[in-house]
């Protein structure tokens, strides 16, 4: 069975997730993810949905439960990377994802993840980190 | 209105829901749809696909490109064979499912559509047809 990489990235797990999910292949997902948390003490779980050209609701499902997992196991989850358009697809759908957190790339999501903010709030006034969408 | 091309595809498993989803981007595409009208319609497509796969049983997705005067879109009908929805405007609410799922499919649908209408009949089967203008 077909199964998606799971990538240890210093203090957390990445996923990216670019094909699409059927249920077989999301509930590996789920029950690969808790258990590489729990091995690596990881503190976060980054899934990259930058490949995804649609999110519907049983996507939206998967991202939600291995968050709530996720989070019994004492690890943050970043979804990073939607397009724009499905943004505001998910919304219109009903779906706007309250319990996971999002953020707008793989940098950002480690930051939420590491609290690290460093770069976003010292330094120059760099374009790319002068917006505060996408977090929280 | 005419109807510019008319395809049918076979939902019978989730690799079935994979391909209406690919046909109906392709459709949006060459019907000039921007991004956002191609997301949502794709995105109504795939819940409705999936419904007829889970709660259906599997049934068929027709494809249409239809022109009303100056204004292209795209016309998408899901039938099945299945059980029927005893209460469709309970089935319309957010948040109603029977499957497990989030109850969002028919009515993110419509919400995700121009036009929106459902026939059900307990026993015989479901049909929904939606529709999105350029």
């Given at each position: 069975m077909d199964r998606i990489p799971i990538l240890k990235l210093g203090r957390a797990l990445l996923v990216t997730v670019q094909v699409d999910m059927h249920d077989r292949l999301a509930m590996a997902l789920e029950e690969d993810l808790s258990a590489k948390i729990?091995?690596?003490?990881?503190?976060?779980?980054?899934?990259?949905i930058s490949g995804l050209e649609i999110v519907d609701s049983f996507m939206g499902r998967m991202l939600d439960t291995i968050a709530a997992v996720s989070r019994l196991l004492d690890a943050d989850t970043v979804v990073v990377g939607m397009r724009p358009a499905?943004?505001?697809?998910?919304?219109?759908?009903?779906?706007?994802?309250?319990?996971?957190?999002?953020?707008?790339?793989?940098d950002r999501g480690m930051a939420l993840i590491t609290g690290d903010y460093g770069h976003a709030s010292e330094g120059s006034e760099d374009l790319e980190d002068s917006d505060d969408r996408g977090e929280g | 209105m005419i109807v510019a091309r008319d395809d049918t595809l076979v939902i019978r498993n989730p690799d079935d829901v994979v391909r209406v989803r690919q046909e109906v981007r392709a459709r949006a595409v060459a019907a000039g749809f921007g991004l956002v009208d191609q997301t949502k319609i794709v995105t109504a497509a795939s819940e409705l696909a999936r419904n007829t796969l889970d709660y259906g049983g599997g049934?068929?997705?027709?494809?249409e490109v239809v022109q009303n005067g100056a204004r292209k879109g795209l016309r998408l009908t899901f039938e099945d064979q299945g059980p029927g929805i005893p209460d469709v405007e309970l089935a319309l609410k957010d948040g109603y499912t029977t499957g497990g799922g989030l109850g969002l499919g028919l009515s993110g649908a419509r919400r995700l559509s121009n036009e929106f209408q459902i026939h059900s009949v307990v026993g015989e089967g479901t049909r929904v047809t939606i529709a999105r203008w350029k």
């Open positions: 729990v091995t690596t003490g990881a503190r976060g779980v980054l899934i990259d499905v943004a505001i697809t998910l919304v219109e759908l009903g779906l706007s994802l309250n319990g996971v957190k999002t953020a707008l790339d793989v | 049934g068929k997705a027709r494809i």
